[in-house]
């Protein structure tokens, strides 16, 4: 062999495909740009919805962000990186889903166009860090305080959530109820106010209109009393919680039992209706009048039941025996001969009503409840789905407001006053990095600019005419999406909690710093993609995501 003829390495097996460098970045980029454009029309009180359809042929109707991205079944891996931001801004704050990601998507698409200028991608990382921390140093300060007494405001955090969203029409009255019923589940100790949004049961019933939705102080199951000979309803409960079978005990192993004698089966069964009466005794004997079991009740307990006036559900689901210990102070007890009366809980009223074509066992006027349900009522399947999203937005939103203490207000005011800040913080910097803080704060335009693209307005007017008032000091000067015009979001109750933003602002910029800093992409053909290919979707589109 001569020496000019050199034999080719592979280090790496058959059917992988590898993307280095400038190519990695730009495909990364793209899919990363492709997630945030599809869910960027869904932004704002004029945000459209997305209509989809699963595997199953079942549509969902929706303009939520997480929603969206998480039915899509995202295939491209940076994609995902965005698709898992939507889910963190979810879990922490409950709304905000679109804001992270159209900014995520908007930070990486100013980072490319760096990028094309020869701006090293670990330059444009570091000056995004910078401008992160800058950014939330200002959001910090520009923060207005709210504490649980300040009613109006509490409504009108709600009440954003909810605009543009399907529970609109009755975002006023859905509101109410949000306030309402996070004032009863919250917690306050030297630390501050905590707040579990579990414990706000969203109960969905088909019927009605969104306005007939209604607050439960106690739980709402969605169950029916075992038998028809029970009482419908029980004023002054006293409520047993059992997490037992008040049936016969099978034998833990395979048993045979001989009879020789009619009267010996007849013994036999008179036993068991005795253990069984016993059982039904020492509920009884505690002063219960209800009787809620985690497991089943037989036939014969179930009369005896009856004969005692006691009302009894069967096969509750754990959590909602639970939500009832916490509303109803009662203690969930595991062994029937272990109960008192001191375990027992308290409620004003537990009552079997009919809702829709269903019977549901309502357990209220709970004194002092820890744990609420909000019966959402809506005409469709779809509609009902939709104001629980909603709903779910704005108790994390005013569940939020209240543990952070702080808030600030919305229509693009803050993102413009952000705007303005790291602008005027990159002319202190020197370097490369000074472009990438000036990227950073006019990737922030963003949710204005789609706020007025939404509305069908000029985008470039309406940001030259925020930008105007911001420098006058008008920090919460906001696009006002029906008369295209600026005003102040403050007083026109626009107003969202701070941890919304610094939450989306702070995932945004770690994931854009992550997908910058991937120059190789090195794909095994056991990923899905096929032989000597991308994983499907790697070059370009998502599958899926041309359809949208």
């Known amino acids: 062999m001569s020496n000019n003829q050199i034999q080719p390495i592979f280090i790496l097996p058959e059917n992988t495909q590898r993307t280095t460098g400038r190519n990695a970045q730009k495909t990364n980029i793209m899919a990363a740009k492709l997630v945030a454009e599809t869910i960027r029309t869904t932004l704002g009180p004029k945000g459209m919805d997305k209509m989809l359809v699963d595997s199953m042929g079942d549509v969902t109707v929706t303009n939520d962000g997480v929603t969206i991205l998480e039915e899509m079944q995202i295939e491209h891996p940076a994609a995902k990186m965005l698709v898992e931001i939507a889910k963190t801004q979810e879990d922490e704050i409950g709304d905000g889903t679109t804001t992270a990601v159209v900014v995520a998507g908007e930070l990486l698409k ?37 504490t649980e007494k300040d009613d109006a405001t509490l409504k009108k955090i709600a009440m954003t959530a909810m605009t543009g969203k399907g529970a609109e029409n009755a975002k006023e009255k859905l509101a109410e109820l949000t306030v309402k019923s996070i004032r009863l589940v919250l917690e306050k100790d030297e630390k501050g106010i905590s707040i579990d949004s579990e414990n706000i049961k969203l109960e969905k019933k088909m019927g009605n209109s969104v306005e007939d939705s209604e607050l439960i102080e106690g739980i709402v199951l969605d169950k029916e009393r075992v038998h028809s000979g029970m009482p419908k309803n029980i004023v002054n409960a006293k409520i047993a919680l059992v997490d037992a079978a008040i049936e016969i005990k099978n034998t833990e192993i395979d048993a045979k039992i001989q009879i020789t004698d009619p009267k010996q089966l007849q013994a036999f069964l008179d036993q068991e209706e005795k253990m069984l009466r016993e059982k039904v005794e020492s509920i009884t004997s505690t002063g219960a009048n209800v009787l809620i079991c985690q497991k089943g009740i037989d036939d014969i307990a179930q009369h005896f039941l009856v004969k005692k006036g006691v009302y009894a559900v069967r096969r509750a689901k754990k959590s909602d025996m639970e939500a ?39 357990v209220k006027n709970c004194k002092n409840p820890k744990s609420v349900t909000i019966l959402i009522r809506g005409s469709t399947e779809h509609v009902v789905d939709e104001v629980k999203r909603a709903m779910e937005d704005a108790i994390g939103d005013v569940a939020s407001a209240l543990t952070t203490g702080k808030v600030v207000a919305g229509a693009g005011s803050t993102e413009v006053e952000l705007s303005k800040g790291l602008n005027k913080y990159a002319q202190s910097l020197s370097g490369r990095e000074q472009l990438a803080v000036l990227a950073f704060a006019n990737a922030m335009d963003i949710i204005p600019r789609t706020l007025a693209e939404n509305a069908g307005l000029d985008p470039i007017d309406v940001l030259t005419d925020l930008k105007s008032q911001h420098d006058k000091g008008q920090k919460w000067s906001g696009i006002n999406v029906f008369t295209g015009k600026a005003m102040d979001a403050w007083k026109n109750g626009v107003i969202e909690p701070l941890k919304i933003k610094t939450q989306a602002i702070s995932s945004a910029a770690e994931v854009s710093v992550m997908i910058l800093r991937i120059d190789d992409v090195i794909a095994s053909s056991g990923s899905g993609g096929p032989p000597g290919g991308m994983p499907p979707g790697m070059g370009g589109m998502p599958p899926g995501m041309g359809e949208m």
């Open 110 to 146: 100013n980072a490319e166009d760096l990028i094309e200028k020869e701006v090293h991608p670990t330059v444009i990382a570091r000056g995004y860090r910078l401008a992160e921390t800058k950014a939330q140093e200002i959001l910090n300060k520009i923060a207005e305080p709210v």
């Open 324 to 362: 009832l210990s916490r509303a109803t102070q009662a203690n969930i007890i595991s062994n029937i001969k272990d109960l008192t009366a001191e375990d027992l809980g308290k409620a004003g009223i537990v009552e079997q009503i009919k809702v829709g074509d269903e019977e549901m066992t309502y």
